[in-house]
């Protein structure tokens, strides 16, 4: 455990811990660490998520079958990170994708139950899982109430509004993101964000300098 | 406690148990109620949110203000229903809009800390919970992906495709959901997706049988 333990603390689930405590909450809970070489098949879909699956090394990709029969690449995710874990407490908790190796991988699985027993002797980990469930609901919702806007204009307006309410209606808002986390958010190219960014400042409906936004004349677009 | 019980069992949450078990948890439990008269504004956009929050009686509108200063209505949510339940464990808590009552309301408020202790004392409660996030996360999830596509004929396929992926790739889908659920998750309105589903089935692509689909020749169109 000593060796991946570097690893695991960089998720944010475990982050907010010291080696020592991660260590501690590893020692007590049973976990079995499993190797897959490249191109190997991991979980198939249809299968039920019943474990914790921490991926500590390599790159996993996630494929469905199309009606034709073909592979469709649907994501690819690096280590380290948690894999699948809002389906591993839903009652439908069946894999929609199949998981495979695209690289040597290292998985750390860990029985739902004893996760259970983990979070009720040990609060803080309970609350860093559940704050860490909140955080990719609160990004996906945001996420989805953006995409319902169609052109960047507006994303970038709504966003703005968002954070305007968020943060007590200040004259200066505070963006928490860098320009590439906003491209994504926003599922739009970077270059394209900043092109329209420019032209809205351009033509003075607000000011951005650095992680400040100061309004000045900023009408809802909609 | 006795007079909402049965409102409270009809959330999600709370489903699982039966009276008996609910009087225990919330007589284990420090709990406030509060009521509120229509038009009050129950919570202020900028407020962090610090409790787990029930709405038994009513309905509550949540508003932005926009950078005109005037309102946008942005939900209604009628009780018996949780409020920001995402919310309360982020990091970033604080609330995006203002919570408005539409009605006469009854709130049922409990710390975040008194929640945590009840989850400790009871998995099935914790369970429960996690389940409700995960479940949520997921229809989310769903709703995101689905509304990358841009026909209402691609999100349909798109749909399937994923049930057919979870459900092990068989001849016959079912479907779990009904069609008023399914133009609210495609995010189109329930006559359009009657249509475009006649159609596809007059082109011989799949029949739908009540909750079953059988798939026919339906290829990606992608």
Redesign the interface.
């Known amino acids: 455990m000593d060796r991946v333990i570097d690893k695991i603390s960089k998720i944010n689930i475990f982050s907010n811990f010291t080696k020592g405590e991660l260590l501690k909450i590893f020692d007590n809970i049973p976990y079995s660490v499993k190797e897959y070489s490249k191109g190997t098949l991991i979980r198939n879909?249809?299968e039920r998520v019943e474990e914790f699956m921490i991926l500590v090394n390599g790159e996993v990709i996630t494929e469905?079958?199309?009606?034709?029969g073909?592979s469709?690449e649907i994501e690819r995710v690096k280590a380290p990170d948690i894999l699948a874990s809002?389906?591993?407490?839903?009652?439908?908790n069946?894999?929609?994708?199949?998981v495979i190796a695209a690289t040597n991988v290292i998985l750390i699985y860990i029985e739902k139950k004893y996760l259970?027993k983990s979070?009720?002797e040990n609060?803080d980990f309970?609350?860093s899982f559940?704050?860490d469930?909140?955080?990719?609901?609160?990004y996906?919702?945001e996420?989805?109430r953006i995409?319902?806007f169609h052109t960047i204009r507006e994303k970038i307006?709504m966003y703005l509004?968002?954070l305007?309410?968020?943060?007590?209606?200040p004259k200066e808002i505070t963006i928490?993101l860098t320009m590439d986390e906003l491209a994504s958010l926003f599922?739009v190219a970077r270059p394209s964000l900043s092109r329209v960014i420019s032209e809205m400042q351009k033509e003075g409906l607000f000011e951005k300098k650095g992680d400040k936004v100061i309004?000045n004349n900023?009408?809802?677009p909609i």
């Open positions: 879909s249809g469905m079958i199309d009606f034709n073909k469709l809002a389906l591993l407490f839903a009652k439908e069946y894999l929609p994708v199949d259970i979070f009720k609060s309970l609350l559940l704050e469930v909140g955080e990719k609901f609160n996906v919702t996420k989805l995409t319902s307006t509004l968002n305007y309410n968020k943060q007590n209606k928490p599922g309004l900023l009408k809802k």
